[in-house]
């Protein structure tokens, strides 16, 4: 409490300002900040991609056709089909990326200190990786579910076009002609592929913001330097992510481009799709998705960080050296 500064007007008027000082959130009101910044960025770095996930999907789905890569992809999609088409998915893309951040690093922050709670700080800080990788692994299992049906919806509008007319549109006729179990035919390639490419993604950020905060201290670096650090980071934890996750990446978008023949399972498709792929046709695309991945993976830090900083959210769980 402050000290009386001997007028009671003054003290009022002292008492009312420190009142009106937002504290620090805690809680779920802190989980919240954590998940909308996530939101954000998800959201907003996978939209402004859009055009460069349509050429790669293109590139994965029609080898034989879109093999002068990612330029010539870009060209070959505007050639035949207009500028408009680079467009393909975006409604998808942007719901599919809010729902899926919000999971995603709401949830990795939440398992993060429930890691620290449970093991305690100094343990969990001797086996920080451990813990990287398992709060990653379990935030990205439930944003998967979220992400997985729009994801559905935006590969079916990618690869075919006439599908239907947009998210609304595309979402709707899949579930009345399909069925629910449609929009998770690809939930095994999803999990397959965004468990192990969120693992890489937060350990190897963490890793090289590590080693830069420690070569220069965060609290010695201006706000733009430390957003420098964070886009240094998440470019070098999204060229990781994208070569760990490629191969199942392919295969999403490989099941999802038709529905599968009656009575043939998903694990019967995946392993069909796995054959026909190989080692080099799963590779398919990558020099497209390295571009993307490490282009939207580091503008995701810098945007969560600054996000979070605009939203009061500076009270998560700390174990770096």
Not at 20 to 31: F, R
């Amino acid at each position: 409490m402050a000290s009386s500064t001997g007028s009671p007007k003054v003290d009022a008027a002292v008492q009312k300002a420190l009142a009106a000082v937002p504290s620090n959130p805690t809680g779920i009101d802190l989980y919240s900040r954590f998940a909308l910044a996530g939101a954000l960025c998800c959201s907003v770095t996978h939209g402004s991609l859009t055009p460069v996930d349509v050429v790669k999907t293109r590139i994965q789905l029609d080898p034989a056709k879109y093999n002068t890569g990612l330029v010539g992809g870009f060209k070959k999609v505007v050639q035949s089909e207009g500028w408009l088409a680079l467009l393909t998915g975006a409604g998808p893309t942007f719901a599919g990326y809010f729902l899926q951040g919000a999971f995603k690093f709401g949830g990795y922050e939440f398992f993060k200190a429930q890691a620290v709670n449970n093991l305690g700080y100094e343990t969990a800080s001797k086996n920080r990786t451990a813990v990287y990788l398992a709060s990653a692994a379990s935030a990205e299992f439930f944003a998967s579910i979220a992400l997985c049906p729009l994801e559905a919806t935006r590969i079916r509008l990618v690869s075919d076009p006439t599908y239907a007319n947009g998210l609304i549109g595309g979402f709707s006729k899949i579930l009345r002609t399909e069925g629910l179990g449609a929009f998770y035919a690809g939930f095994g390639p999803i999990l397959f592929k965004q468990i192990p490419y969120t693992m890489a993604k937060f350990v190897v950020y963490e890793k090289v913001a590590e080693a830069a905060f420690r070569r220069f201290p965060k609290e010695t670096l201006s706000d733009p330097m430390q957003t420098v650090v964070n886009l240094g980071s998440g470019l070098i934890a999204g060229f990781a992510a994208a070569i760990v996750s490629q191969p199942a990446d392919t295969m999403l978008s490989k099941i999802n481009k038709t529905k599968g023949a009656p009575g043939e399972g998903t694990v019967t498709r995946l392993i069909k799709i796995g054959r026909e792929l190989g080692l080099r046709g799963s590779y398919a695309g990558i020099g497209a998705r390295l571009f993307m991945v490490g282009t939207l993976t580091a503008g995701q830090f810098a945007i969560y960080g600054d996000v979070k900083k605009l939203l009061n959210a500076t009270g998560g769980t700390e174990i770096g050296k």
